[in-house]
């Protein structure tokens, strides 16, 4: 079966770095997505990585090893606005999403 | 650009009756649309897939004479919640794209949707 897993909770300080684990099994595999999901709301784009390495976008970089079949999502100078769910998806060979549960991030001040 | 509005945000009803959410891709023309739920604290559950113009293709478990899918035009596509039940509550969210696959969906704000 397809499989994604990710902390269901993490608690992290104001201005501190987090680091969001996520690893898949699943048939083939076209691309990862992370996306940041605030409560009552629907899910907005964060990033995608389809070859191995780390992408970077201002506070956000994502990673993915391709081998391992893990990525992580690394928050920097965090925020309490960054506080949201952040779900990891993947795109299989069928071009199906498939989706992690999400973790709960909770900052603190 | 790619902005999808849903409507309505959130809608009450009584058991037993039908609930229509519309899902419009506003500045794009949407040729594949999704809906999804989500139930508290669970992940997007994929409901199914409409192409404009052509039946929905409905993921397993999912009744399509409950829910009913109509993706009319390039920019439009409902979702029918019939005879809904207590156990209908969920929040409904649609995505909508371009490519024809899931690559690259732009989603809605979802509809908080609450059967008494």
């Known amino acids: 079966g397809q499989n994604i897993d990710q902390p269901t909770e993490m608690t992290a300080t104001e201005g501190a770095i987090v680091q969001i684990n996520c690893t898949y099994q699943t048939s083939g595999f076209n691309g990862l997505f992370w996306y940041q999901q605030h409560a009552g709301e629907a899910p907005t784009f964060l990033s995608y990585n389809v070859l191995d390495g780390l992408e970077e976008k201002g506070r956000f970089s994502s990673f993915l090893s391709r081998s391992k079949g893990y990525s992580y999502l690394l928050l920097k100078e965090l925020q309490m606005k960054d506080s949201a769910s952040y779900l990891c998806a993947v795109l299989d060979s069928n071009y199906q999403l498939i989706w992690g549960a999400g973790t709960k991030l909770i900052i603190k001040p | ?116």
């Open chain 2, 1 to 116: 650009g790619a902005v999808v509005s849903q409507h309505p945000s959130w809608v009450i009803c009584k058991s037993g009756t039908s609930v229509k959410i519309e899902c419009r891709s506003l500045d794009f023309q949407a040729t594949t649309m999704f809906w999804y739920r989500q139930f508290p604290k669970q992940s997007l559950m994929l409901m199914a897939t409409s192409n404009e113009g052509s039946k929905a293709t409905y993921e397993q478990g999912v009744e399509k004479d409950k829910f009913l899918i109509n993706h009319a035009s390039l920019t439009l596509s409902t979702l029918t919640v019939t005879s809904a039940h207590p156990e209908d509550s969920s929040f409904y969210i649609c995505s909508a794209s371009t490519a024809g696959a899931a690559y690259e969906q732009y989603f809605g704000p979802g509809t908080r949707l609450t059967v008494t």
